[in-house]
T-cell receptor
Framework: EAQVTQNPRYLITVTGKKLTVTCSQNMNHEYMSWYRQDPGLGLRQIYY???????DKGDVPEGYKVSRKEKRNFPLILESPSPNQTSLYFCASSPRTSGTNIQYFGAGTRLSVL | DAKTTQPPSMDCAEGRAANLPCNHSTISGNEYVYWYRQIHSQGPQYIIH???NNETNEMASLIITEDRKSSTLILPHATLRDTAVYYC?????????????FGQGTILTVHP
């Protein structure tokens, strides 16, 4: 089944403890992206990647890192999480098909930083 | 991306058609209309998109007015599982891949 898989789905951690949220897609998509969603603020892009080894900042990149060493994986790294990074996170991928900008989303990771 | 305006909420009876309007009066010629939905805290789900012709797929139909200033998403036989927030977005197609910016959307509630 074609899908975007995020892990973990739920995570509670403490300030300063490094964590990684994994994202994997099995659709051979070149474009991948991370978003966070907060009440009243909508969906905001953190980082995106147009292809392997190509990443760029979105609207809210501070406090996050990403890497794209393989086409299928796009992990989100929080080196030193803070409470303001408590949020619902979504990974998405998209094929580079001319004329479309369809993005497929993972089920989400709900992160709480205490 | 062009601004879109949607009603904040709508109701629909199960089995009936749900017609969700979207206004995008400043849409430019190269911008497509996309519809996504988000069922409570789940990942957003792509529904359909179009440029100027009406489109239909297994989930829904998209009707775009001739002047392209507005569109309507039609769920032909709404079910309880269609209760969700529906987002209309206008953005370029082609190879300009970019972030999705969701507005407030329309909360569709399907009643038994």
């Amino acid at each position: 089944e074609a899908q975007v898989t995020q892990n973990p789905r739920y995570l509670i951690t403490v300030t300063g403890k490094k964590l990684t949220v994994t994202c994997s897609q099995n659709m051979n998509h070149e474009y991948m992206s991370w978003y966070r969603q907060d009440p009243g603020l909508g969906l905001r892009q953190i980082y995106y990647s147009m292809n392997v080894e190509v990443t760029d900042k979105g609207d809210v990149p501070e406090g996050y890192k990403v890497s794209r060493k393989e086409k299928r994986n796009f992990p989100l790294i929080l080196e030193s999480p803070s409470p303001n990074q408590t949020s619902l996170y979504f990974c998405a991928s998209s094929p580079r098909t001319s004329g479309t900008n369809i993005q497929y989303f993972g089920a989400g990771t709900r992160l709480s930083v205490l | 991306d062009a601004k879109t305006t949607q009603p904040p909420s709508m109701d629909c009876a199960e089995g009936r058609a749900a017609n969700l309007p979207c206004n995008h009066s400043t849409i430019s010629g190269n911008e497509y209309v996309y519809w996504y939905r988000q069922i409570h805290s789940q990942g957003p789900q792509y529904i359909i998109h179009g440029l100027k012709n009406n489109e239909t797929n297994e989930m829904a139909s998209l009707i775009i007015t001739e002047d392209r200033k507005s569109s309507t998403l039609i769920l032909p036989h709404a079910t309880l599982r269609d209760t969700a927030v529906y987002y209309c977005i206008a953005m370029p197609g082609g190879t300009s891949y970019g972030k999705l910016t969701f507005g407030q959307g329309t909360i569709l509630t399907v009643h038994p």
